[in-house]
């Protein structure tokens, strides 16, 4: 069942590790070449081009641009290609950066391909497992949300969403003793819907 995404204003969107030059770069194209065949092919082969585009356009914005984690008041928002994820911070374990970000929920593991290490990283860095108690080794303090901006995106970026997540969530149990609500999912319907439209298109074009 589809559910609505948090009401009040986000605490903080943090900014994607990858993909969003490479994906970006990809739509540019992408229109720029169905414009230039629908020019220049306006014919039932330039209208299967432009769909077979317009369809790896929809496939790039999904994988790419669409990933965010956002946080709320209560709640962490996970956009990923097909899905949003609200995990309610109060219920929130751990947050453990790798190749994605991966956030526990007791043996629940939810992920999010926006905020990523690399392998090279990884190797370089170590990190506590997601088995670790919430807040081991972190401050207690809540940093401003402003901070994500002066550290940027490098090979820091990724320690300070982990810490960052898990002092949110850590406000969020003292704040709160009620029991956190359940971890919600609803499916991105525009998405999945356009790509359902274009393929169905593209079929029927072929069979033309």
Not at 23 to 38: E, N, P, R
Not at 151 to 164: A, F, K, L, N
Request: one cysteine or more; proline letters at 5%.
């Amino acid at each position: 069942m589809a559910v609505q995404a948090p009401r009040d204003s986000p605490v903080q969107r943090f900014k994607p590790t990858s993909g969003t030059f490479v994906g970006v770069a990809g739509l540019v194209v992408a229109v720029g070449l169905i414009g230039f065949v629908a020019a220049t092919e306006p014919d039932i082969r330039g209208l299967q081009i432009c769909l077979g585009v317009a369809i790896v356009a929809v496939f790039i914005w999904m994988t790419l641009l669409r990933p965010r984690v956002t946080a709320y008041e209560e709640a962490l928002l996970l956009r990923n290609a097909a899905s949003d994820v609200e995990v309610p911070l109060a219920a929130i374990d751990a947050a453990v950066v790798r190749h994605t970000l991966n956030v526990w929920v007791g043996e629940r593991r939810y992920v999010c391909a926006a905020i990523g290490r690399t392998s090279r990283s990884m190797l370089t860095k170590g990190r506590p497992g997601a088995s670790a108690a919430l807040g081991l080794g972190m401050s207690g303090d809540r940093m401003s949300p402003d901070q994500s901006a002066k550290i940027g995106t490098g090979t820091d970026y990724p320690s300070y969403v982990e810490q960052r997540i898990e002092d949110l969530a850590r406000a969020a149990r003292q704040a709160s003793a009620a029991t956190p609500t359940p971890v919600r999912r609803r499916w991105a319907v525009l998405e999945l819907g356009a790509l359902a439209v274009l393929g169905a298109l593209l079929v029927l074009s072929l069979l033309v």
